[in-house]
């Protein structure tokens, strides 16, 4: 059962243009959510996170939405640049449960064209 | 630099031998984790650590064993490999707030 699901195997957008990944779940207890980028042959970084008890979270170009509602969030990168292709994974946590467990979506695919 | 070290980069194994995939870091970080990494699977939780001499299963621990000696280091042993555990594993630790995970480059594992 994935709990955590990226349902867009990729995405290719033009430079300067607005890229949106989505990112669902299923997981009620999830509180904390976080993105990571990751670069061919590294190590995944860490981009930006929420709160479950926010709906919104900006760190300059990127702002990350939370739709509890919905089960749904999404990371906004504007305005997008070549250097922001790479994979990008969602990520979620349960409180009360040991910070060491992370649930990972698919990943998708990001390709910013010049 | 400050971060997750893991060793080695790349490894071919053959079927049946065992192995430890080294991870340390030097952040004093309480948590640490192993995912696993397969295409069109995401990153998947193989074992976990709370802090020295506490581990824990994860999604996937079948064929995997840890051990958390000390606070900066979190080994993980397979035990007799197997194809299916041809993969990229990545090391991860995070301070006890969970704010922030940092990972390792990886470790390209495969096994034939």
């Known amino acids: 059962d994935q709990q955590v699901k990226q349902n867009s195997p990729s995405l290719s957008v033009q430079e300067g243009r607005i890229s949106i990944l989505n990112c669902d779940y299923t997981?009620?207890?999830?509180?904390?959510f976080l993105w990571y980028k990751k670069y061919p042959a590294e190590g995944p970084t860490f981009l930006i996170s929420?709160?479950?008890?926010?709906d919104k979270n900006e760190d300059g170009r990127f702002t990350v939405f939370l739709n509890k509602s919905a089960k749904h969030l999404s990371l906004h990168i504007v305005p997008s640049q070549p250097g922001d292709s790479a994979v990008y994974f969602c990520?979620?946590?349960?409180?009360?449960?040991?910070?060491?467990?992370?649930?990972f979506g698919q990943g998708t695919i990001l390709t910013v064209h010049p | 630099n400050a971060g997750v070290t893991q060793t080695p980069k790349f490894q071919v194994l053959k079927t049946g031998q065992s192995m430890t995939l080294q991870c340390a870091q030097d952040?004093?970080?309480?948590?640490m984790s192993w995912y696993r990494q397969d295409p069109g699977m995401g990153l998947r939780l193989i074992h976990y650590?709370?802090?020295?001499?506490?581990?824990d299963q994860g999604e996937v621990p079948n064929g995997y064993n840890v051990s958390r000696s000390t606070t900066e280091d979190f080994p993980l042993r397979l035990l007799s490999a197997a194809p299916s555990q041809t993969s990229v594993y990545f090391c991860?630790?995070?301070?006890?707030?969970?704010?922030?995970?940092?990972f390792g480059s990886g470790t390209r594992l495969t096994v034939v």
């Open positions: 991860a630790s995070t301070t006890r707030h969970g704010y922030g995970y940092t």
């Open positions: 997981n009620s207890m999830f509180d904390y």
């Open positions: 929420i709160s479950s008890i926010k």
């Open positions: 990520a979620a946590r349960s409180d009360g449960t040991s910070y060491g467990k992370l649930t």
């Open positions: 952040m004093n970080h309480e948590y």
């Open positions: 650590s709370v802090g020295a001499g506490i581990t």
